[in-house]
């Protein structure tokens, strides 16, 4: 028989840059019971988005970093959404790039990622902020 | 009891831009009676997308269009698929940029969407369109 | 009656380019007897991606390729992730900006995809390689 629960997940970031939740997903996915179904993470946020991400070397992160930096610079003359500071607009663009939501297959009880595949938060603004998830976890429990 | 609902959902766009459906898709899940689930929203198109973002002040979306259109000018000289005009070959571009396809957790029967935080439809061309989503509501009525 | 289905499926690529896999996809529809529901399908790596695109005119993918090795060049001087080639580092920007898991609404036992409108993976590596996809299913058969 199949089952939906919905959980809320939290995290608290502190400047630019990606923090892995694979763990605390798959955490849920234990906690709901299912075996077999599929798991979908929204970021309740507009300056914050989701990757998958290569989770072995951190120098791929810093270098996607590095790309997002010189494609969406801050202080760009166009920019006309700027009351909240210069990381303010980058960060919806940053979002939009990326996204906002992962559904991810559940197998055998585990979300179904790739060896060096890892689910991230990507933290578009510099000051510190605490990100809230919505989860839904959906399939067969037996 | 889980339940499975499939609906069709359309909006009229002009130009370029774009177009909240939150309340819209909210209507379906509304109309489903699930409480607890996910919807699925696809947009059944190669020259318009999906976007979830800031939904209070619309300078953030003026602003992300200006930088989608300097990212991908039209009449680039390399562009070979140029039949339909010069919004054409940027329209795919810009979809596979953003997104084809949302999932969003329901809870308490609404989308769990954060606080300015809205689904939009993203035209990419300058004519008049009609554009079709194919939306799927699964989850619990209890 | 809901059900929940996992599947595996693979592709052979030979180099960076799009492979379209929508049959292949549909016939794992078939095959799980769901009429409606939803599949969301997963690519386990970080140097290829999915995309839905235009899937009736090949120049739309030939200037899709061309403006992302504009975008994202080999070779770009910040680039520290470079141990496995040019292409190591440019495959995982690539596979951020386009995606690596697409949800689909089922209705009438098919993926409710538009009428040009195919699923690819997008291979971003320029050696052959096999991939895998992780495909969930749920949905009512009856």
Known sequence: ???AFSYEASICTHGIGTY???????RLVVKSGVRTGVATIL????S????????ADPSARADLEHFLRRLVPENSAYFTHTLEGPDDMPSH?????????????????????????????YEHRHDPMQRTLSVSIIGESG
Chains 1, 2, 3 share one sequence.
Do not use: C, Y
């Not at 970021?43 to 507009?46: A, L, V």
């Open 1 to 3: 028989m199949l089952t």
């Open 48 to 55: 914050a988005s989701l990757i998958l991400f290569e989770n």
């Open 20 to 26: 892995e939740i694979t763990d605390q997903i798959n």
């Open 93 to 121: 663009i940053r979002m939009v790039l990326t996204t906002s939501s992962e559904s991810i297959p559940i197998a055998e009880g585990k979300l179904q990622l790739g060896i060096w595949q890892g689910l991230f938060v």
């Open 43 to 46: 970021i309740q946020h507009t």
